[in-house]
């Protein structure tokens, strides 16, 4: 199979980026070095045959716990960029990875809507954007301790404080049964559902 057209353009326009390319349920992949990540999506967006001039998403993803195959070995984090180019039809996901204390070039200055999603991936991962460095919370209370969505942090069991200045109850304090959850082969029942 030959590689695709956005691989060879980045191969040949900026060397060294590129570690792997994939494919996957017909979605294609670039994982490339984080420190080369702005020049690659430069190409990406400037390139008059690709033009992916619509920045989509980007999420973060901690692999700490997995243990199967990885783009990434020995990386903590990958950070995924969602792009779509409107000329094309097309869309090609860029990929980066890193470790705790690592920072990953911001692509705020090349679209502008990176800015709220980096800010997210900060607060709930705590992966930091070089260009894009948060000095407060974006989406966790100003006094949260932690990152929410990192492995190691623990589920649940903590009561929620609401504004009126009192506390809730925690998740499992409300665990009710309903249709859809399974337990004790009940599932869909009448007894459960109402049905």
């Not at 992949?29 to 998403?57: G, I, M």
């Not at 990953?104 to 260009?131: N, Q």
């Amino acid at each position: 199979m030959s590689e695709i057209l956005e691989a060879q353009k980045v191969a040949a326009q900026v060397p060294g980026a590129l570690i792997k390319t994939k494919t996957s349920f017909g979605d294609h992949f670039l994982c490339v070095d984080r420190n080369k990540l702005r020049e690659v999506v430069k190409v990406l967006k400037d390139d008059p045959d690709l033009q992916y001039s619509y920045f989509s998403e980007c999420c973060g993803v901690d692999y700490s716990a997995w243990q199967h195959e990885r783009d990434f070995p020995g990386s903590r984090f990958e950070v995924v960029y969602n792009l779509m180019s409107l000329k094309n039809n097309s869309r090609i996901f860029v990929k980066v990875g890193l470790n705790d204390g690592e920072k990953v070039p911001s692509l705020k200055s090349i679209f502008l809507g990176a800015d709220y999603p980096e800010k997210e991936i900060w607060d709930m991962f705590g992966i930091v954007f070089e260009g894009n460095e948060q000095t407060q919370r974006f989406l966790m209370p100003d006094d949260w301790v932690g990152h929410p969505l990192r492995k190691e942090y623990p589920l649940g069991g903590e009561d929620v404080l609401f504004a009126q200045g009192d506390y809730g109850p925690a998740v499992e304090d409300l665990a009710v049964p309903h249709a859809g959850e399974s337990f004790e082969g009940k599932t869909g029942t009448e007894e459960i559902s109402g049905r």
